[in-house]
């Protein structure tokens, strides 16, 4: 029976809620046999035996009738009713049933929800207290029994009530392992048949891509050719076939990668002139073909530059505008863009997009971004969609914080408004915009080569014969002379023998994949063609690619189909000036959003980079190609581009106000955006990062660094201007082609020989950003002390402090920094400063030349993220100690510079 019992508690084809129900009624059940077992009087027994009758029976009926709840309710009354009389007829608070009370208190927890459980929790506890109460002012009513029973049956009962409680608890914590165990179960095939479908969709879009682009291609190819109308007519249909059937692949990848979480949004500094000319010119030709006019409206004082997704904020619009020439017959079709001043770097845009169409009904508008979903489906049935579109547009809107609505009158048209927040990159207003300015009809242009190069070879590699001739057949009027691979393998054998201006790579190829055979090209022994441009030409689209190709070293990325326009647009970006002839008629704006050219330029062995609080001036950073990666400056404001967003002057007065300010290194995100963007330029970046225990700056490059191969990161152990000397001597040797090896090894020995002091004006910005405690400020600022600020071991540490007023403390910190002459190398001093007026900075200069004459001085202004922690007054001496490492470095640049 105990089996039985056991196998179908843990049934798991009955809800938990019933089997919940059988464990608890059950223990109940044995508790009430036990407290049977205690009474010698013979109408408790029958009683009792009445009692586990109808409680099985109240089970049986309650599973039957599917009604749980009502029998758990019915048997609580019942052992409300069944322990009281127990208790007084067993001997009262000396018998062995107070301890069973617990157990009333169990199942109505256990079994009864709500206000229910509620009601009966007090009724339990009330009838406990009576019981107790009754027994205590009236013993007569309590039945007497030997005192060496009410010992027996005290302990039999505590002895049994715990063995039962154990059970119970028992049976719960292996039904809830069980259920917790299904739930796993149930999670990682959900998650798996989610991957399967990613996996269906990322491959349904390669697989169709790829025949697409043999149909668009060769059609195009037609196209050229001098052929009867009827034929171009038939010709135009496919082309416009092909383009639509590529438009829902898309909008299914898109919704898949929605639906899986993983559409990521790149905010990107872009210029909004560009954004309206490109839908403009997809648009307007597609109105005027339906005979409809369209209006474009933007609001004059736009800023000509905003940092958002563009790529996602142009396919939002165009979703919404296609929608509005589909549904309009007759009349226009509007876009109108304002925008509204949001804070000092951040504006407030609204676009909207207007049509005198056939509009929404009322009933259906509460629908009309539900996915595969068309309203009004009887009268649509012949306009060509999958309802995808609107739903993309409001996931996409939402995943970039905006807000998306509609106004609609039936027959009379629709409205849709779509609210996006954006920084500010160029405050410059745009101005007029019209259409007239920038719409330019295509239909009809024949086809124009855009450039020749009979002295360029490019190679095509791809695993697909017809992707190869759609490609050379798309390019032979230009000239070019094209060889093709058909695997990473011919291609690197091609490779080894022949130099090549350009080659265009697919990526899904068997064997050897296009991003393999790219790094195997580029450390190829004897090859010919290890720094030559590679564009990804490749059916894997989306935009997620973009870092993806960046990230793997490619020069620029190519979704299939392509036209011929675009890619002739590719190879002319990449392929050597001197070899092309461009033609009069061919247009630049031809470049359309579907190629992605990440460099123009050869790129150089290896590229220095560091943070923007290494503190040089700009024009030896430009000199030298030092990349600067910023920091963050963060206000009551707002967060804000170090020296780019926000100055060091205008910090120090927002500070001076009482307000905060406080500087924060990028993200391990930015580092990985920062360092793909700077592999196009180079084929190895290394990075000189702060002082790794100053700031988190080195560890998020570092963690950042793991997703390249050609990334390396190395803690200068120094800040500011000081730092900026260790990246100015790595530059210099990079500029003369040392090994990326030697360069490292040569900055992590400059460390031990530069000095790297600062000395402090107030204490305040050190305690606002967390530097110094803040009695230690209290304490600086009531004895005058200004603490010498030093770098040992990548840490920031108080070398000394000095007393009295802050210019003679500033006197004896120059004296006692220039005292060891004889170990100072003389040809450069940086003297950083922040807050300090062109008196100050002329006495400082005196000093110095009192004590230690310098060759070249530098008066370098600290960024606003060192600012922050220093504030205002404050400066520092940074030199070189004599170091045969950097001398040649030095002679060149004191030679080739001026103060």
Same mark, same amino acid.
């Given at each position: 029976?105990?089996?039985?019992?056991?196998?179908?508690?843990?049934?798991?084809?009955?809800?938990?809620?019933?089997?919940?129900?059988?464990?608890?009624?059950?223990?109940?059940?044995?508790?009430?046999?036990?407290?049977?077992?205690?009474?010698?009087?013979?109408?408790?027994?029958?009683?009792?035996?009445?009692?586990?009758?109808?409680?099985?029976?109240?089970?049986?009926?309650?599973?039957?009738?599917? =009604?749980?709840?009502?029998?758990?309710?019915?048997?609580?009354?019942?052992?409300?009713?069944?322990?009281?009389?127990?208790?007084?007829?067993?001997?009262?608070?000396?018998?062995?049933?107070?301890?069973?009370?617990?157990? $009333?208190?169990?199942?109505? $927890?256990?079994?009864?929800?709500?206000?229910?459980?509620?009601?009966?929790?007090?009724?339990?506890?009330?009838?406990?207290?009576?019981?107790?109460?009754?027994?205590?002012?009236?013993?007569?009513?309590?039945?007497?029994?030997?005192?060496?029973?009410?010992?027996?049956?005290?302990?039999?009962?505590?002895?049994?009530?715990?063995?039962?409680?154990?059970?119970?608890?028992?049976?719960?914590?292996?039904?809830?392992?069980?259920?917790?165990?299904?739930?796993?179960?149930?999670?990682?095939?959900?998650?798996?048949?989610?991957?399967?479908?990613?996996?269906?969709?990322?491959?349904?879009?390669?697989?169709?891509?790829?025949? /697409?682009?043999?149909?668009?291609?060769?059609?195009?190819?037609?196209?050229?050719?001098?052929?009867? +109308?009827?034929?171009?007519?038939?010709?135009?249909?496919?082309?416009?076939?092909?383009?639509? *059937?590529?438009?829902?692949?898309?909008?299914?990848?898109?919704?898949?990668?929605?639906?899986?979480?993983?559409?990521?949004?790149?905010?990107?500094?872009?210029?909004?002139?560009?954004?309206?000319?490109?839908?403009?010119?997809?648009?307007?030709?597609?109105?005027?073909?339906?005979? *409809?006019?369209?209006?474009?409206?933007?609001?004059?004082?736009?800023?000509?530059?905003?940092?958002?997704? +563009?790529?996602?904020?142009?396919?939002?619009?165009?979703?919404?505008?296609?929608?509005? !020439?589909?549904?309009?017959?007759?009349?226009?079709?509007?876009?109108?863009?304002? $925008?509204?001043?949001?804070? !000092? =770097?951040?504006?407030?845009?609204?676009?909207?997009?207007?049509?005198?169409?056939?509009?929404?009904?009322?009933?259906?508008?509460?629908?009309?971004?539900?996915?595969?979903?068309?309203? %009004?489906?009887?009268?649509?049935?012949?306009?060509?969609?999958?309802?995808?579109?609107?739903?993309?547009?409001?996931?996409?809107?939402?995943?970039?914080?905006?807000?998306?609505?509609?106004?609609?009158?039936?027959?009379?048209?629709?409205?849709?408004?779509?609210?996006?927040?954006?920084?500010?990159?160029?405050?410059? +207003?745009?101005?007029?915009?019209?259409?007239?300015?920038?719409?330019?009809?295509?239909?009809?242009?024949?086809?124009?080569?855009?450039?020749?190069?009979?002295?360029?070879?490019?190679?095509?590699?791809? %695993? =697909?014969?017809?992707?190869?001739?759609?490609?050379?057949?798309?390019?032979?009027?230009?000239?070019?002379?094209?060889?093709?691979?058909?695997?990473?393998?011919?291609?690197?054998?091609?490779?080894? =023998?022949?130099?090549?201006?350009?080659?265009?790579? %697919?990526?899904?190829?068997?064997?050897?994949?296009?991003?393999?055979?790219?790094?195997?090209?580029?450390?190829?022994?004897?090859?010919?063609?290890? %720094?030559?441009?590679?564009?990804?030409?490749?059916?894997?689209?989306?935009?997620?690619?973009?870092?993806?190709?960046?990230?793997?070293?490619?020069?620029?990325?190519?979704?299939?189909?392509?036209?011929?326009?675009?890619?002739?647009?590719?190879?002319?970006?990449?392929?050597?000036?001197?070899?092309?002839?461009?033609?009069?008629?061919?247009?630049?704006?031809?470049?359309?959003?579907? /190629?992605?050219?990440?460099?123009?330029?050869?790129?150089?062995?290896?590229?220095?980079?560091?943070?923007? #609080?290494?503190?040089?001036?700009?024009?030896?950073?430009?000199?030298?190609?030092?990349?600067?990666?910023?920091?963050?400056?963060?206000?009551?404001?707002?967060?804000?581009?170090?020296?780019?967003?926000?100055?060091?002057?205008?910090?120090?007065?927002?500070?001076?106000?009482?307000?905060?300010?406080?500087?924060?290194?990028?993200?391990?995100?930015?580092?990985?955006?920062?360092?793909?963007?700077?592999?196009?330029?180079?084929?190895? #970046?290394?990075?000189?990062?702060?002082?790794?225990?100053?700031?988190?700056?080195?560890?998020?490059?570092?963690?950042?660094?793991?997703?390249?191969?050609? #990334?390396?990161?190395?803690?200068?152990?120094?800040?500011?201007?000081?730092?900026?000397?260790?990246?100015? $001597?790595?530059?210099?040797?990079?500029?003369?082609?040392?090994?990326?090896?030697?360069?490292?090894?040569?900055?992590?020995?400059?460390?031990?020989?530069?000095?790297?002091?600062?000395?402090?004006?107030?204490?305040?910005?050190?305690?606002?950003?967390?530097?110094?405690?803040?009695?230690?400020? /209290?304490?600086?600022?009531?004895?005058?002390?200004?603490?010498?600020?030093?770098?040992?071991?990548?840490?920031?540490?108080?070398?000394?402090?000095?007393?009295?007023?802050?210019?003679?403390?500033?006197?004896?910190?120059?004296?006692?920094?220039?005292?060891?002459?004889?170990?100072?190398?003389?040809?450069?001093?940086?003297?950083?400063?922040?807050?300090?007026?062109?008196?100050?900075?002329?006495?400082?200069?005196?000093?110095?030349?009192?004590?230690?004459?310098?060759?070249?001085?530098?008066?370098?202004?600290?960024?606003?993220?060192?600012?922050?922690?220093?504030?205002?007054?404050?400066?520092?001496?940074?030199?070189?100690?004599?170091?045969?490492?950097? #001398?040649?470095?030095?002679?060149?640049?004191?030679?080739?510079?001026?103060?």
């Amino acid at each position: 029976m105990i089996k039985k019992w056991f196998e179908i508690i843990t049934d798991h084809r009955i809800s938990l809620r019933e089997r919940m129900f059988r464990i608890v009624t059950g223990t109940c059940m044995v508790a009430l046999t036990f407290t049977l077992s205690m009474s010698r009087n013979i109408w408790n027994i029958l009683l009792l035996a009445a009692s586990l009758i109808t409680i099985s029976l109240i089970v049986k009926h309650s599973i039957r009738r599917g =009604n749980i709840r009502a029998g758990a309710t019915a048997i609580a009354i019942l052992l409300l009713t069944l322990f009281p009389v127990s208790f007084f007829t067993t001997g009262g608070f000396y018998s062995g049933v107070p301890e069973w009370f617990v157990f $009333c208190f169990v199942y109505v $927890c256990l079994t009864l929800q709500g206000k229910r459980m509620a009601v009966f929790f007090v009724l339990c506890t009330a009838e406990t207290l009576l019981c107790y109460g009754l027994a205590y002012y009236f013993p007569e009513i309590v039945a007497q029994n030997a005192p060496q029973r009410f010992f027996f049956n005290s302990a039999f009962s505590v002895v049994m009530v715990g063995l039962l409680a154990c059970v119970l608890l028992m049976f719960l914590s292996r039904m809830y392992e069980e259920e917790n165990a299904l739930s796993q179960r149930q999670k990682k095939e959900i998650e798996e048949l989610n991957r399967a479908e990613n996996n269906f969709f990322s491959s349904m879009s390669h697989e169709i891509r790829t025949p /697409i682009n043999t149909i668009i291609g060769l059609n195009e190819i037609i196209l050229r050719e001098d052929i009867s +109308e009827e034929v171009a007519e038939n010709a135009r249909n496919i082309q416009g076939a092909s383009k639509l *059937l590529l438009t829902l692949i898309n909008d299914t990848l898109d919704l898949s990668k929605i639906k899986s979480g993983k559409m990521e949004i790149v905010n990107v500094s872009y210029e909004t002139g560009a954004l309206f000319s490109e839908i403009v010119n997809m648009i307007w030709i597609k109105a005027k073909e339906k005979g *409809l006019e369209f209006k474009l409206q933007v609001d004059p004082s736009i800023p000509s530059m905003l940092c958002g997704d +563009e790529v996602r904020i142009k396919q939002i619009l165009i979703n919404l505008l296609n929608n509005a !020439v589909k549904y309009t017959s007759e009349g226009s079709v509007t876009l109108s863009v304002r $925008c509204e001043r949001q804070a !000092v =770097n951040r504006v407030r845009v609204w676009y909207s997009v207007e049509d005198t169409g056939q509009g929404v009904k009322k009933e259906n508008i509460p629908y009309i971004f539900n996915a595969f979903r068309r309203v %009004d489906e009887e009268k649509n049935r012949y306009i060509e969609g999958t309802g995808l579109g609107l739903s993309i547009v409001q996931q996409l809107v939402e995943l970039m914080g905006g807000e998306i609505s509609v106004n609609s009158v039936y027959t009379k048209g629709s409205k849709f408004i779509v609210m996006l927040e954006q920084d500010i990159i160029d405050d410059k +207003e745009l101005g007029t915009f019209t259409l007239a300015s920038r719409a330019r009809a295509r239909a009809g242009d024949a086809y124009q080569k855009s450039f020749e190069a009979p002295d360029a070879h490019i190679l095509v590699v791809d %695993d =697909n014969d017809m992707n190869l001739m759609v490609v050379s057949k798309l390019l032979a009027e230009t000239k070019v002379h094209i060889d093709t691979a058909k695997s990473g393998a011919e291609c690197l054998k091609l490779t080894q =023998n022949h130099h090549y201006d350009c080659i265009l790579m %697919d990526h899904m190829m068997p064997e050897m994949d296009g991003i393999e055979c790219l790094h195997a090209l580029r450390v190829q022994p004897g090859g010919l063609c290890q %720094d030559v441009p590679v564009v990804a030409l490749t059916a894997n689209a989306g935009s997620d690619n973009q870092l993806l190709y960046r990230k793997e070293g490619f020069s620029g990325y190519l979704a299939k189909p392509v036209s011929g326009a675009l890619l002739e647009a590719a190879v002319l970006s990449i392929l050597p000036k001197e070899l092309v002839l461009i033609s009069e008629d061919a247009r630049q704006s031809d470049i359309d959003k579907d /190629i992605l050219i990440f460099e123009q330029v050869k790129r150089r062995s290896v590229l220095i980079t560091t943070d923007s #609080v290494c503190d040089l001036p700009e024009f030896l950073r430009k000199e030298l190609g030092i990349a600067v990666c910023p920091y963050f400056v963060c206000t009551d404001e707002g967060r804000f581009l170090d020296d780019r967003e926000l100055k060091t002057d205008e910090l120090l007065v927002h500070i001076a106000r009482g307000r905060t300010g406080y500087s924060q290194p990028p993200a391990v995100e930015d580092y990985e955006q920062f360092f793909a963007e700077r592999l196009t330029e180079a084929q190895n #970046v290394i990075h000189i990062a702060m002082a790794k225990h100053v700031s988190e700056g080195y560890q998020n490059a570092l963690e950042a660094a793991k997703s390249f191969e050609n #990334v390396t990161v190395v803690d200068s152990g120094h800040l500011s201007s000081s730092m900026g000397l260790t990246v100015l $001597c790595a530059a210099y040797m990079a500029e003369h082609h040392a090994a990326k090896a030697e360069i490292v090894e040569a900055v992590k020995r400059m460390e031990r020989f530069i000095s790297s002091a600062f000395i402090i004006n107030s204490t305040h910005m050190m305690c606002q950003s967390g530097r110094i405690s803040r009695q230690t400020q /209290i304490l600086c600022d009531a004895l005058l002390l200004h603490p010498v600020l030093v770098l040992k071991k990548s840490k920031m540490v108080v070398g000394s402090m000095e007393m009295g007023s802050f210019s003679h403390a500033a006197r004896k910190y120059v004296r006692k920094t220039l005292q060891d002459i004889r170990n100072i190398d003389r040809r450069i001093l940086f003297i950083t400063y922040c807050g300090m007026d062109e008196k100050q900075l002329q006495t400082i200069q005196n000093l110095v030349q009192q004590y230690c004459p310098f060759e070249r001085i530098y008066l370098q202004k600290a960024s606003s993220a060192i600012a922050s922690n220093c504030g205002p007054g404050s400066f520092g001496l940074l030199f070189m100690r004599r170091n045969d490492a950097a #001398v040649s470095f030095f002679q060149a640049l004191t030679t080739d510079t001026a103060v």
